[in-house]
């Protein structure tokens, strides 16, 4: 896969947060010589847990007054106190940096933090200052994410992509920023399996993920653009990689199997939840407040779920205005349910709160495959897998083949 002057192996591992895409795991896929994502999903969250920072509990205690009201709009992020754990997070992964691959961070515009543009503008700025190699533009059409990188002295330096699903979002984002006589360095093309919050409505089902691609590699064709396309969603072998490879697809985006590696940032007992899903636990529904459809394991501890909004601590889905959807259904149901101590919100969920507690389990749809890739021990629980075995497995099998890894003893 070329990126710029740099060949690197054309597999990308997928941004998933919150810390899914550990540090670890990117890691091993630059030392493997691919492309590795850390997520900046709910940042000072990541700090926190892995650098032991106090950035959620200063927060927390600045608006502790504010916790009874329903008005969120007072609720800011500190955008020093975001700078520095992006800068922290990002750093530390840099220098642990190894092999010749690469390591980009995800960057979702849906994160809107209370103040869109004033805070995803940190957000980018500072990744480039910490000197990641690449940034992901995900979970927005992100029209006015260059502009707010055009006067850092690393814009054209580093790698910058775009996700897209389909054409048209990728028309619209060429135009809105064709002034800058600035490309993509890679595009993206996110298909209807894809895990976590998708990139089409609930009739997710028609839409066809080598078409897509087809679409947009023929469209770069006929307007002489040189960008490197990277389909994602559904690709679980090797042998489904190449196919892309052979439509002219530049690599591919992989993430599903690597949620069960030991570096990715799950905790292990979650792991085995995956494992064990079957293709009827697998839902996609609408319960997230950014108003994407989102793809999860139906059986997630965070689906119905009433608990208070804490945007005190987190807030990271607070629109311009301080709002929420889940906020908005939280107060229906409290309303329509007095004196209750413990309610039920089935519409929407707590996505800060229950992503930061691993209790809302986003999956890729081929999940239920994932039992096929490992050995079950004697205790019943599956062996996890090393990030290297599944992106060597990418990277050589053949024939719709996945490689089993070799037997470990089970551990108590």
């Known amino acids: 896969m070329q990126m710029g002057r740099q060949e690197l192996v054309p597999i990308m591992i997928g941004g998933m947060g919150v810390d899914i895409s550990s540090a670890d795991l990117a890691l091993e896929a630059a030392r493997l010589g691919g492309v590795g994502h850390i997520s900046d999903a709910m940042i000072k969250t990541v700090t926190d847990r892995r650098y032991k ?11 502790q007054y504010n916790v009874a009201s329903t008005d969120k709009s007072a609720v800011k992020f500190d955008l020093g106190g975001l700078a520095e754990a992006t800068r ?19 960057c979702m515009e849906k994160l809107t933090m209370n103040a869109p543009k004033e805070t995803l503008s940190v957000r980018l700025n500072s990744a480039l200052d910490a000197g990641i190699d690449g940034i992901t533009l995900a979970a ?3 029209l006015g994410s260059f502009t707010l990188m055009e006067s850092h002295p690393r814009f ?14 990728l028309q619209l984002f060429l135009k809105k920023n064709s002034r800058l006589n600035r490309l993509p360095d890679y595009v993206v093309v996110e298909g209807p399996l894809a895990g976590g919050h998708l990139g089409f409505g609930m009739d997710w089902a028609k839409y066809d993920l080598a078409t897509i691609v087809a679409e947009i590699l023929q469209y770069l064709k006929q307007e002489s653009l040189d960008i490197p396309v990277i389909p994602a969603g559904g690709i679980f072998t090797g042998s489904d990689a190449v196919r892309f490879l052979e439509m002219g697809a530049a690599g591919v985006q992989v993430a599903t199997r690597f949620t ?19 293709e009827d636990d697998i839902e996609v529904n609408e319960i997230s407040p950014t108003g994407y459809p989102m793809r999860m394991i139906k059986s997630s501890p965070g689906i119905g779920d009433g608990i208070r909004p804490n945007c005190e601590a987190y807030g990271y889905l607070l629109d311009a205005n301080g709002k929420c959807a889940y906020i908005e259904a939280y107060n229906r149901e409290v309303a329509a349910h007095p004196g209750e101590r413990k309610i039920k919100v089935w519409d929407k969920t707590c996505l800060c709160t229950h992503m930061r507690n691993f209790d809302i389990w986003t999956c890729g749809q081929l999940t239920w495959r994932l039992k096929d890739t490992t050995l079950r021990h004697d205790d019943g629980n599956y062996q996890l897998l090393s990030a290297e075995h599944v992106f060597k497995d990418y990277q050589f099998s053949t024939d719709n083949k996945v490689q089993l890894p070799e037997l470990e003893a089970a551990i108590a």
Do not use: W
Not at 268 to 274: A, H, L, R, S, T
């Open 260 to 278: 069960v590696t030991k570096e990715c940032g799950l905790p292990d007992d979650i792991k085995q939840e995956y494992f064990k899903a079957n």
């Open 140 to 142: 927005g059409l992100h």
């Open 156 to 169: 054209r330096d580093a790698k910058l992509g775009i996700i897209v699903s389909s054409l048209r979002a």
């Open 53 to 63: 920072t106090k950035y959620v509990k200063a927060k927390q205690a600045q608006y």
């Open 88 to 106: 922290m997070h990002v750093e530390k992964t840099m220098t642990r940096k190894q092999g010749s691959g690469q390591i980009f961070i995800n």
